[in-house]
């Protein structure tokens, strides 16, 4: 830019302070009539709901509506803490989401690293068609498979009672296997989806990198250990910071689909517990709360996270 | 060469023997399923199915396929379906589009989007909302809440940026408007990733479930998702309308797994397509240049 403007152009920098936005929208109009769509959902759907966050702050009745039921400011959150079972609740989501999250990362690191071992590109490519499938899979018919086969007369259990004279084990109705069950059978899920990403990295590797660590006399082991796995740090980096916005996601679906009165006192999970206590039992302005007290801390863990993904391996968002 | 060594031999015996495991551990439970809907009531009920159907028959099927409600929630689903990825094609694509470009106010629009991936009403105030709006009992709850996806629109914008400027460049000055260039050079340029975000919400729009039971009154208007999941976890005889005579001779858990089975067809259907394209779609969603 010429730092010399002729009193014209001054006159023009002038007049386009005034009003920027005019040339702009003259410009790229079609840009903005494109955005409107999108526009329209997202404020009625997404930033409508919010709207109606105040409930959490009164004592909801359906017939009065929001501008007619009472105020009782934080009442609603300190039943929380005076409820006990809305105190286990989240304290069954954090255990819950921690063990999912820490398995979920380590499992797929360590099989992309056992499956890009192997050189058979049919075997490899079958391999992973396998174990991406269960992703797809809906939760309810994991469930309805898993009812099946985990239930008192189930095949597992068969197997366990007339085959080698053992007790049945009675995996969604006993409090302390319910939450092993469930970190499995996600882990089962999701495993082969949280693959992909790493194989990825471990595809782009630089070959002559391993040649090198070879002539150097590196067995495979320490090739992998100083070769590939740093290969793959910022992406575990980046994934294992993302995964703290999740700690207060334990999975309502999967929950849902497989819990059960018997163990509610280690496998309910805030987002059934906010079913029940409002959608069945009708107490819509505790709900809110609970719901608001959850969405609140996974907001400010989420917008923690990405400010250290940035930091550290430079991740934007977009 | 290390993978002449004895020790690395050995490793990758064992290798992959726990791959192949691991791999027919996915593949199982779903012929289990098949099986079991093939086989006869004596023979589920005393747990003789493995992975081969016993006594073959397909009444469960015929059964399934006679009843009204099962056959009225897939018709359901596949208008959801249908519907639901149009919708959110539309207005995902427009939108990434316009976002994947450089104007005045793009940012403030950018954050006002990504700013429901971080944070939404819940639960409660969503269903009131739906509700207020008179969609409860309608085909449009299942439609219109869950059209817009951040995700998704992250995706697409991506795919987009990856497209040469050059051919815009070009298009502007032979005199197409943004709309010619949308439709004629970004649309068509961009298939593969347009087919991955597609198949991804058609997948989750066939399989959800939960809107279902949230928003529909009567089990009549749920769809297949949802009617399955009352089949399945609830275990309700009546969705599966067995007579007694029929109770008798056909087990329940044949006829859930037929259910089950061709609820999941279309999934299995359409997962080579998926499978071809996801890879590229997620790696690009999640490594940026």
């Known amino acids: 830019m010429n730092t010399q403007l002729k009193w014209s152009e001054k006159a023009n920098v002038k007049k386009n302070r005034k009003n920027p936005w005019k040339k702009e929208i003259k410009k790229n109009w079609p840009l903005y009539v494109l955005c409107i769509p999108a526009l329209v959902f997202v404020l009625i759907f997404a930033y409508g709901p919010m709207v109606g966050l105040v409930m959490a702050f009164q004592d909801y009745k359906p017939w009065l509506g929001i501008t007619g039921s009472t105020w009782i400011g934080w009442d609603n959150f300190a039943r929380i803490f005076q409820y006990k079972e809305a105190t286990q609740s989240i304290i069954n989501t954090l255990i819950i989401a921690v063990i999912k999250i820490i398995v979920g990362i380590i499992v797929p690191i360590f099989m992309a690293i056992l499956l890009s071992e192997i050189r058979n590109m049919g075997i490899k490519k079958s391999i992973q068609t396998l174990v991406y499938l269960p992703h797809f899979l809906s939760w309810v018919t994991v469930a309805g498979i898993m009812i099946d086969i985990l239930g008192l007369d189930g095949g597992i259990n068969h197997f366990l009672t007339n085959f080698l004279g053992l007790k049945p084990i009675f995996f969604l109705g006993d409090p302390t296997l319910f939450r092993p069950t469930i970190i499995i059978s996600d882990l089962w899920k999701n495993f082969g989806f949280g693959m992909i990403v790493y194989l990825a990295v471990i595809t782009g590797i630089d070959p002559s990198y391993y040649e090198a660590a070879e002539i150097d006399g590196a067995s495979r082991r320490q090739q992998i250990r100083h070769v590939t796995l740093p290969s793959m740090m910022p992406m575990i980096i980046v994934i294992a910071t993302l995964s703290l916005g999740n700690i207060l996601d334990a999975g309502f679906d999967q929950i849902f689909n497989l819990y059960n009165p018997l163990v509610y006192s280690t496998g309910d999970i805030i987002d059934t517990y906010v079913y029940r206590s409002s959608l069945l039992n009708g107490q819509y302005g505790f709900g809110t709360a609970v719901g608001l007290f959850k969405s609140g801390i996974s907001f400010i863990l989420i917008v923690i996270s990405y400010r250290i993904a940035y930091k550290v391996a430079n991740y934007k968002i977009f | ?289």
């Not at chain 2, 993978?3 to 050995?10: D, E, L, N, P, V």
């Not at chain 2, 059964?63 to 519907?83: D, E």
């Open chain 2, 1 to 289: 060469m290390y993978y002449k060594s004895k020790g690395y031999r050995i490793f990758s015996i064992f290798n992959h023997i726990l791959l192949i495991l691991v791999a027919l551990s996915c593949l199982l439970p779903m012929l289990h399923l098949l099986a079991q809907s093939f086989s006869s009531k004596t023979a589920v009920n005393g747990n003789l199915v493995s992975f081969w159907p016993v006594d073959f028959n397909i009444e469960a099927y015929v059964k399934t396929f006679k009843n009204t409600n099962f056959t009225g929630s897939m018709r359901i689903s596949v208008v959801r379906t249908v519907l639901g990825t149009l919708i959110s094609m539309f207005i995902i694509t427009t939108s990434g589009y316009a976002l994947s470009k450089d104007f005045r106010g793009r940012n403030a629009l950018m954050w006002i989007f990504i700013f429901t991936m971080l944070f939404s009403g819940g639960l409660i105030p969503s269903y009131i909302l739906v509700t207020k709006l008179g969609l409860k009992d309608t085909i449009w709850s299942l439609v219109l809440p869950g059209a817009f996806g951040a995700y998704n629109l992250i995706l697409i914008m991506n795919f987009f940026k990856t497209i040469p400027k050059a051919l815009e460049e070009a298009a502007f000055i032979d005199g197409a408007s943004f709309f010619v260039i949308f439709r004629k050079i970004y649309l068509p340029l961009s298939l593969p990733g347009l087919a991955t975000v597609g198949l991804f919400i058609m997948v989750g729009s066939w399989n959800a479930w939960f809107d279902g039971i949230l928003y529909m009154s009567n089990t009549t208007d749920y769809p297949l998702a949802s009617f399955l999941q009352t089949v399945v976890v609830q275990g309700s005889a009546q969705s599966m309308a067995l007579s007694q005579s029929e109770a008798a001779a056909l087990s329940e858990q044949s006829i859930k797994a037929a259910q089950i089975f061709i609820s999941t067809l279309p999934i299995i259907l359409v997962y080579p397509f998926l499978q071809k394209y996801f890879v590229k779609g997620i790696v690009l969603g999640a490594v940026k240049e």
